[in-house]
């Protein structure tokens, strides 16, 4: 045998001690992980329970900020939850001066939030409205919706999302039945196909569905968490043509807007960022409140850009970067991300009265364009946390 099959032969020996050591070591360290005791085995009973003896509901959506009224932790079996949404073709002034056709879902951008159960089924009629586009057309005599839509729930599993199997054209209907198998806060977006999907997005076709665990949240070491209020921000951003002399262009429909936005698409940089679907949304139209130690939940979406969510004057005490709820959760962060497509969720309880500004910290984003929210608390202050004990003086 010659030096360098020797050679050969030594290193396969050593390269699989090693594999071996690593493979032990690593064994080991999942075991431990599933001996920790914070993830929960699922249930076969829930898993395995039919839909056909599920108890039927039906859940009466609301316009974000705010969540429909639901338990924190579920009390039963699994159920068919019923919803509605309607999509609207509409103009909105998103910012002073500049107008944007938008893709709504329940005439709201972002779209409503519905909350299920993990192992819930969601039942949704989805409606392409005929004529409720009305009382928001610039056009008199276009008041129907004009383009195809659908839905992709990124929560659910085949058919796309069930954007193969929801397609609705104006004054269609169609009811998609999926069940929620991921605990999560799950984007969902309007997505026709081709260079349709991003437009359909970047005009507001998008919004988020909260999928709870079936025990509640938990923290890091398995407490559960119980939330006071919930807040969903979704982000938004715009892609808005300009006239050759710089104005904002305006179009007289849908579908007149779309060739100009996408040159502008084409570039990749947004003109406008916001929460809310317009400027102001959450800093004046919308008063978010809450009081000194009361635990508010952070839900946070942006279904094509990124965003890096931050609370000035608090921390997110437990986060779920990626929105997960099955993933042990962060503690005490100040920053996190969310990623195109995707959601974060985080846990506050504030300990001090004031003003909080919750935002996306590319500070660019937040105050040049406008990717913030103002949360307003009441209670009393705390001295022991925080107190200006000199106050400004002249120094010489």
Excluded at 51 to 58: E, G, K, L, S
Excluded at 136 to 164: K, Q, R, Y
């Amino acid at each position: 045998m010659s030096c360098q099959s020797h050679w050969h032969t030594a290193l396969g020996r050593t390269l699989g001690i090693i594999l071996l050591i690593l493979g032990t070591v690593g064994a080991g360290m999942s075991a431990a992980a599933d001996a920790s005791g914070w993830k929960i085995p699922p249930d076969p009973e829930i898993i395995n329970f039919k839909r056909a003896d599920a108890t039927v509901v039906t859940q009466t959506l609301v316009a974000p900020p705010f969540l429909p009224k639901h338990e924190q932790v579920a009390n039963g079996p699994p159920r068919l939850v019923k919803i509605r949404m309607d999509i609207v073709e509409r103009e909105v002034e998103i910012a002073p001066g500049v107008f944007v056709w938008q893709m709504a879902f329940n005439n709201s951008v972002p779209g409503p939030v519905p909350v299920v159960h993990q192992y819930d089924w969601v039942e949704l009629t989805l409606h392409n409205g005929a004529s409720s586009r009305a009382s928001f057309t610039i056009n008199d005599g276009s008041g129907p919706n004009i383009m195809l839509h659908n839905v992709d729930f990124h929560a659910s599993s085949g058919a796309l999302g069930g954007g193969e199997l929801t397609k609705v054209m104006p004054g269609q209907e169609v009811v998609l039945t999926w069940r929620a198998m991921k605990a999560g806060l799950f984007v969902y977006h309007c997505a026709p196909g081709g260079v349709m999907v991003p437009y359909h997005v970047v005009t507001g076709g998008n919004g988020a569905l909260l999928v709870l665990p079936r025990k509640g949240l938990r923290d890091g070491y398995g407490n559960p968490i119980r939330y006071d209020r919930a807040f969903y921000f979704g982000e938004q951003d715009y892609y808005v043509p300009k006239n050759p002399d710089g104005t904002w262009k305006r179009s007289i429909n849908y579908a007149d807007q779309m060739g100009d936005m996408l040159k502008v698409m084409d570039g990749l940089i947004p003109t406008h960022v916001v929460f809310n679907g317009k400027t102001g949304a959450l800093t004046t139209d919308i008063r978010l409140e809450a009081k000194v130690g009361e635990t508010v939940l952070l839900l946070h979406s942006q279904a094509n850009y990124p965003s890096w969510p931050h609370l000035i004057g608090g921390h997110g005490d437990w986060v779920w970067p990626y929105g997960k709820f099955n993933n042990q959760p962060d503690e005490g962060l100040e920053s996190w991300a969310v990623v195109p497509g995707g959601t974060a969720a985080a846990v506050h309880t504030f300990h001090q009265p004031g003003l909080y500004v919750y935002l996306n910290h590319n500070l660019i984003m937040a105050f040049i364009k406008d990717a913030k929210a103002y949360i307003h608390v009441e209670g009393d202050w705390n001295n022991e946390l925080m107190e200006q004990t000199s106050p400004p003086r002249v120094v010489e």
